[in-house]
């Protein structure tokens, strides 16, 4: 889905309308599309994988699939701060080169399902040189607060999440080139 | 586009409107096709089908149900505009009218090949029993070729091409068609001794066999793909030289018999023949007596991995703290000892279902001998073991390619081109290959051993010295400089054949295996011959492992990579400089690693005790220093999801009885990791 970095603000905003589930990070509230929302679970104990960029806390077993679990804290250079009772994992589903891609959100607290109607949107501000825009499809007015709408797609295929040397195929990608 | 759209269908059918996962996959697939095709009438029926799917996925839809049935009948709807309204939809449906025509030319009467409309599943199994034949054909070929008077072995040739050519002039295919026609006009005047079996007339054979397998991979391209492959030029000639032997056969036959066979009168003697099974090992006899039935390889693999998970479950439930307080004997208990056998029985016969047999493995190779023998001018007789073997499917397609090479290797370097030497060296003229599948520890092994040359260590030394490898040989034992060829980039091979050439070195092979979770094995006497040993796992899905804690973390340790467990003694451990450690293990240091430190564990580090953990690989052998080995135990190997698979030192992950996920560790992949210079030359040695 990198075609969408090329598209228009003004189709995009259109676009953007529709329902989104809203979760507390921080003192901020964002929103994510409900239609790549697959469930909602609690926090479990996840483990750490070695090497990995900190952005992913580590993998966690979904009903018998590893998935793995990006802290959104982290991924927007938050404070870190002790998981809660409320803290939980949003699991989405992510399209990366025609796959998907099942991941973790860990987040604060998950508040609401909330329908945005296109007046309640804006664009993004663009601000130079910062690189959190392209996360945000839209921010809504919602009185008496404002709410981010995370393109989950972007969040995900920034580079340093997948920062990681692809090496499941690399013995036979050398065979081919020697 | 066609293709995207049918398997959007496809999943439509399959879907449940329960299933979120499902809904969400549809809906891409939806605002993909969409991208593509445009305004339309078309257009607008997947709109709405894309509307009603988000009105699921948000709660909107006050009867799911009923919309989903809504939806089935708006595809089943579509489907019938697509298949009339073909241009809307299909870009490029290749009609292949262009490759009839070199066919066409040389074929009798041949219809156009392939047509889009042939039912894919009527033709798939085609494919793949047309396939079965030529194999079968492939082995009674090479008998064959030993006994040219093997009559049962051309009966069977003829029957595979007879049969061939009959389904296909039924599914239209004509270059096959043609071409088996043509063969079996050869082979049944071989059956009636106008030809002999040998020579020219065998190749020729061999030739057509190969052709026709080409073919099958071309229909079967085409199911895929909607386009037919132009035929090979090479088609062409080779019908040109089967019809010229057949007309020049006839002829020496002289007269009564018509210079051109009619099929049906073939059809006719037909059941003379196959009444009588051949009495040597036809791959297809057994086969037919089990009766198998054909399941799509993804749901065969879906199956082995739900039986995983329920394997997890199953042990997630009869561990759990509830159940184990409960008095054993009581009901409960007697339910999840029931529960924990049927599991066990499952998963053994859901691996069973994974297990192929390696017979059609090495008869591949069987081919690969002969062609090489007479491209190098090598007579080599070929010797097969343990066909009837079972291994991982998964596991049978990647170790072909290395058994290809190890073979070109035995072949090209091992077997002397001279069989005079060969004689002086007490040997028979004739080289020996022996292929060989056991079982052995709970492994299957597979050896290759050739009587030629063996290695030589000073060729080996000098090229290793050469290529920069080493620095010199001093103080390598010859074992040690075995271990040399298979290092990157190490290659013997003097000038770069087609045949061992490319430069590829044995370090391959070794890649291959390991990646397997497998180990090579190599024994070579110097002018007796070389012994190569492939220790594979019975299966990919599942692993023995051996359980080990660090900090607060378990991993997961390969058995088959673990040589030793050492609780180390004070004083075993030595500190080289700052940091580096080595245990000291019966006077040979072996580089160590704390995995608290190497893995960046959480929590305080034991110094003291713990358990020192063994293993070897190509990158070396290393000692990992557990806090605790908790025990071993069969694993289900996970993906890591994501492309986390590319991360160093970890293989996989596992799901621990308590539903924790454990990961797998990667042994070279860890030291890779610590890669020093020091362990560089330990993995040398």
């Known amino acids: ?178 | 586009m066609n293709d995207k759209f049918e398997r959007l269908c496809e999943a439509f059918l399959l879907a449940e409107h329960t299933d979120r996962d499902a809904l969400t996959d549809l809906r891409v697939r939806l605002e993909d096709l969409l991208r593509e095709i445009g305004a339309g009438p078309v257009a607008e029926s997947l709109q709405a089908l894309k509307g009603i799917v988000e009105r699921i996925l948000t709660g909107e839809e006050s009867d799911p149900a009923r919309s989903w049935q809504s939806v089935s009948e708006e595809i089943a709807r579509l489907q019938e505009r697509a298949d009339t309204d073909v241009p809307t939809l299909i870009v490029d449906g290749g009609s292949g009218g262009d490759a009839s025509s070199t066919i066409a030319a040389s074929s009798p009467a041949g219809p156009p090949p392939a047509s889009p409309e042939l039912d894919p599943e009527i033709l798939g199994g085609f494919v793949v029993e047309a396939r079965e034949h030529l194999d079968a054909a492939d082995v009674q070929l090479l008998a064959l070729e030993t006994d040219p008077s093997n009559v049962e072995a051309l009966h069977t040739v003829f029957r595979a091409f007879h049969t061939i050519k009959g389904a296909a002039s039924c599914l239209d295919l004509s270059a096959m068609q043609a071409l088996s026609h043509e063969t079996e006009s050869l082979l049944d005047l071989a059956r009636k001794g106008a030809l002999r079996m040998a020579g020219n007339v065998l190749d020729v054979v061999f030739e057509a066999v190969d052709a026709m397998k080409q073919l099958a991979s071309d229909a079967e391209a085409a199911l895929k793909t909607g386009r037919v492959p132009a035929p090979d030029a090479a088609l062409g000639d080779l019908l040109r030289r089967i019809r010229g032997m057949v007309s020049s056969g006839a002829e020496r036959r002289a007269g009564p018999v018509p210079a051109s066979p009619v099929p049906l009168t073939r059809d006719a003697e037909e059941p003379l023949h196959s009444e009588d099974d051949p009495p040597s090992p036809a791959p297809s006899a057994p086969a037919e007596a089990k009766e198998p039935v054909r399941v799509d390889a993804d749901r065969l693999d879906r199956l082995v991995d739900l039986i995983g998970e329920l394997v997890i479950a199953e042990s997630m439930v009869s561990q759990s703290n509830e159940v184990r307080s409960q008095a054993s004997g009581g009901a409960l208990s007697r339910s999840v000892a029931q529960l924990d056998k049927i599991t066990r029985e499952l998963q053994e016969m859901g691996m069973s279902l994974r297990m192929v047999p390696v017979r059609p493995l090495f008869h591949k190779m069987a081919r690969l001998v002969r062609d090489l023998s007479r491209k190098l001018g090598k007579a080599v007789e070929f010797v097969t073991s343990g066909e009837e073997i079972e291994i991982d499917r998964a596991i049978v397609n990647s170790i072909s390619d290395a058994l290809v090479h190890i073979l070109r290797n035995a072949l090209d370097h091992g077997i002397e081109a001279d069989p005079a030497a060969r004689v002086a060296a007490g040997k028979a003229a004739a080289g020996r290959v022996e292929l060989r599948a056991s079982h052995r520890e709970g492994a299957i092994v597979i050896e290759v051993e050739d009587d030629g040359r063996g290695l030589d260590p000073e060729a080996i030394l000098a090229k290793a010295v050469e290529k920069g490898i080493v620095r010199t040989g001093e103080g390598l034992s010859e074992q040690e400089i075995s271990q040399l060829i298979f290092l990157p980039g190490f290659s013997t091979a003097k000038t770069v054949t087609d045949l061992s050439g490319r430069g590829v070195g044995l370090d391959v092979v070794r890649t291959a295996v390991e990646a397997l979770r497998g180990r090579v094995e190599l024994q070579s006497r110097r002018g007796r011959g070389t012994v190569l040993r492939l220790r594979l796992p019975l299966t990919l899905a599942i692993i023995d492992g051996m359980v080990i804690r660090a900090g607060r973390e378990r991993y997961v340790v390969p058995t088959l990579s673990i040589t030793r467990l050492v609780r180390p003694e004070p004083g075993q451990i030595v500190r080289l400089l700052d940091r580096d450690e080595v245990l000291s293990l019966q006077d040979e240091p072996i580089p160590l690693f704390r995995l608290n430190r190497l893995l960046d564990v959480e929590g305080p580090a034991e110094e003291r005790g713990g358990v020192a953990v063994v293993v070897e690989e190509a990158a070396g052998r290393a000692a990992l220093l557990a806090d605790e080995v908790l025990g071993q135990q069969q694993i289900v190997i996970k993906s890591l999801g994501m492309n986390l698979e590319g991360v160093p030192g970890v293989s996989g992950g596992v799901i621990l009885p308590d539903g924790q996920v454990g990961l797998i560790l990667d042994v070279s992949g860890l030291l890779g990791r610590r890669g020093s210079a020091a362990l560089a030359l330990e993995g040398a040695r």
Do not use: H
């Open chain 1, 1 to 178: 889905m990198s075609d969408a970095n090329g598209k228009e603000t003004v189709i995009r905003l259109a676009a953007t309308a529709g329902k989104y589930l809203t979760f507390g990070l921080g003192d901020e509230v964002y929103g994510l599309e409900i239609l790549k929302v697959q469930e909602i679970i609690g926090l479990m104990r996840v483990t750490r994988v070695p090497g990995l960029p900190d952005v992913i806390r580590g993998v966690v077993n979904l009903r018998g699939k590893v998935i793995p679990v990006v802290d959104l804290r982290r991924k927007f250079s938050m404070e870190s701060k002790a998981d809660t009772e409320r803290t939980c994992i949003v699991v989405v589903k992510v399209w990366r080169d025609g796959r998907g891609v099942i991941v973790g959100l860990i987040v604060d607290e998950v508040r609401e399902v909330q329908a945005i109607a296109e007046e309640q949107l804006e664009a993004v501000p663009r601000f130079s040189g910062d690189v959190e825009t392209p996360f945000l499809l839209g921010i809504a007015k919602l009185s008496p607060r404002v709410v981010m709408l995370l393109d989950v797609d972007q969040i995900l295929s920034s580079s340093e999440l997948w920062a990681v040397p692809s090496g499941a195929d690399r013995p036979a990608a050398e065979q081919e080139t020697r």
